[in-house]
Every structure is written in C-alpha cells, then in structure tokens.
C-alpha cells in the first residue's frame, strides 16, 4: 500500500520559516504531479505548491517568492520550504501524489502566529 507521511508542522511567529516533509511509502513507478494542498478554517482545500515529474514548479500566487517545493527520489521525500510565514498561511498542510489514482498524507497543522 502507498502511504504518504507528513512531519514538520508547528507553531511559529510571523516572519518564521519552516520545511514540511512527505515521505512516501510504497512504491510509485509514475507520476504526473506531486504538490502541497491546505485548508485552512472555514476555506476550501487549495493547491499551494506543485511539482511535475519532469522537473517544473507551480505555486499559488499568495505564496509566490516564499516557499518553494522539491523532492528527492531518493529518500522518496517530497518538501516544501516556507520562509516569510504569514499568519494567513496558518492550515492544516496535506501532501498529494497524482498517480494512477490520488494519495493523500494525513495532513500536518501550521500555525503561525503574528
């Protein structure tokens, strides 16, 4: 079974960073896209950050120029990098793969207080 783990959620104030991870268990011999979704209270699930197999990058524009989001093959670890945190960026942060069919991480809470 594939699974998808998240870590590295946390409290942090406004201005903070941090890098969320996805580790993904089991195998995925392909890909369309791998990306970094939120909701936040009260709002719908949206796509933050996302990643496609042959390399490129999309982000939504409220986070644009603070994080950014890669992977490693290799330890099978999705990331997204958070810098100049926003308390409008405070969501609880699920990691996605586009596959054959869609997996989900569990989700991990960041909160960022101002």
């Known amino acids: 079974q594939v699974q998808l783990v998240e870590s590295g959620g946390g409290l942090v104030q406004a201005g903070g960073s941090l890098r969320l991870s996805c580790v993904v268990s089991?195998?995925?011999?392909?890909?369309?896209?791998m990306g970094w979704y939120r909701q936040a209270p009260g709002k719908q699930r949206e796509l933050v950050a996302g990643?496609?197999?042959?390399?490129?990058?999309m982000y939504v524009d409220s986070v644009k120029g603070r994080f950014t989001i890669s992977r490693d093959n290799a330890k099978n670890t999705l990331y997204l990098q958070m810098n100049s945190l926003k308390s409008e960026d405070t969501a609880v942060y699920y990691c996605n793969v586009r596959a054959r069919v869609e997996y989900w991480g569990q989700g991990t809470q960041v909160t960022v207080s101002s």
């Open positions: 990643i496609s197999s042959g390399g490129p990058t």
């Open positions: 089991g195998r995925i011999l392909w890909f369309d896209t």
